[in-house]
């Protein structure tokens, strides 16, 4: 499996979200996203900033 993580990025702060995501949904106004163990969660105000598929991260940031 190739499970990602998700971190929030706020003014150069990495904040972790999720680990173990399976799944990343863009909402109208949010970013739903899924995993193996904790179920879906949906985080309003924010972008995906970049995703880095190296390291199997993706950089959600808050809308302006």
Same mark, same amino acid.
């Given at each position: 499996?190739? *499970? ?6 706020? #003014?150069?702060? =990495? =904040?972790?979200?999720?680990? @173990?995501?399976?799944?990343? #949904?863009?909402?109208? @106004?949010?970013v ?5 163990? =904790?179920?879906?969660? *949906? ?8 995703? #880095? ?7 959600? &940031?808050?809308? &302006?």
């Open positions: 499996m190739c *499970e990602i993580k998700v971190v929030m990025d706020k #003014d150069g702060i =990495e =904040e972790p979200v999720m680990e @173990n995501v399976t799944k990343l #949904d863009i909402l109208d @106004n949010a739903a996203i899924t995993s193996l163990f =904790e179920g879906v969660k *949906e985080i309003p105000g924010v972008t995906v900033r970049n995703i #880095d598929f190296l390291a199997g991260t993706v950089f959600l &940031q808050p809308q &302006q």
